[in-house]
């Protein structure tokens, strides 16, 4: 497809063979990443998972109930490491792919876009680990006198990577407000329109990416109302540019 080619101009059959290569490309930059973060799965270990623990008191164990488990767990800090490393080659190339159906001019929001998606990506992940020791604090004294804070290794991870990956993707929801705004998609008076709606949506994302209890969900709950406050400010500010 040309510099010049309006959308449209490619396939069914091209776009699905692009995507295959984009997905390619993805996977690979994830295994490429996940290979060092397999072999230092044990320092990662120490910073993903213990440090959330830092504000619970008495601190909870940390437990393996089945022989494999360890060295499942092993890959699943591996693969978790190497895609969110991977971010910024994964957005680039879901952008790549999204490019060729925008007009000529609409092409050059693709590397804003890709910059400020992995910026965003960054900032929710590191947003999760301020909120985690808080979350995790609550959550394990919760039964305190009655039961025992004992974590199995395998949950407790993938309560994690859940966690943290959608705190990462509700992150992009100013990404997605710049990006439809200069497409014309949206206006900042529609999303300040819908705002009712957006409450309902917000507690029905909360409920589905998050673990099933009330305080993970308020967790979350509550930074994405400021972020699509924020996306209206930014649809704003696109709009104006345009």
């Known amino acids: 497809m040309t510099e010049n080619s309006q959308p449209g101009d490619m396939s069914f059959l091209e776009h699905l063979e692009e995507l295959r290569w984009r997905v ?12 060092p973060c397999g072999i230092l799965w044990r320092k990662i ?56 159906g925008l007009y000529k001019k609409e092409r050059s ?10 910026f965003c990506f960054a900032l929710g992940v590191g947003f ?12 394990s004294t919760y039964g305190e006198g009655v039961l025992e804070p004992f974590f199995k290794a395998n949950d407790y991870m993938a ?5 943290v990956l959608s705190f990462g993707l509700v992150f992009e929801l ?22 009712r709606y957006a409450v309902v949506i917000v507690f029905l994302l909360a409920a589905v990416l998050t673990p099933p ?13 400021l972020l699509y406050g924020i996306s209206i400010m930014v649809s704003f500010l696109a709009g104006e540019k345009k």
């Open 24 to 35: 390619i490309k993805s996977l690979i930059a994830i295994v490429a990443f996940a290979i």
């Open 45 to 100: 270990f120490e910073i993903v998972m213990i440090y959330p623990l830092k504000m619970s008191e008495p601190k909870p164990r940390i437990i393996f109930t089945a022989p494999a488990e360890a060295v499942v767990l092993s890959i699943k800090i591996a693969l978790a490491g190497g895609l969110i490393l991977a971010t910024p080659v994964v957005f680039y190339q879901l952008w790549s792919f999204i490019a060729p």
């Open 109 to 118: 929001i693709v590397l804003p876009a890709v910059v400020a998606s992995t």
């Open 128 to 139: 999760s680990y301020v909120v985690l020791p808080f979350m995790v604090r609550f959550l």
């Open 159 to 163: 309560f994690i990577i859940k966690l």
């Open 174 to 195: 100013p990404v997605i407000s710049f990006v439809l705004t200069k497409l014309g998609v949206i206006t900042p008076q529609f999303l300040i329109k819908q705002f």
């Open 213 to 225: 209890d009330i305080v993970s969900q308020s967790f979350l709950a509550l930074p994405l109302f």
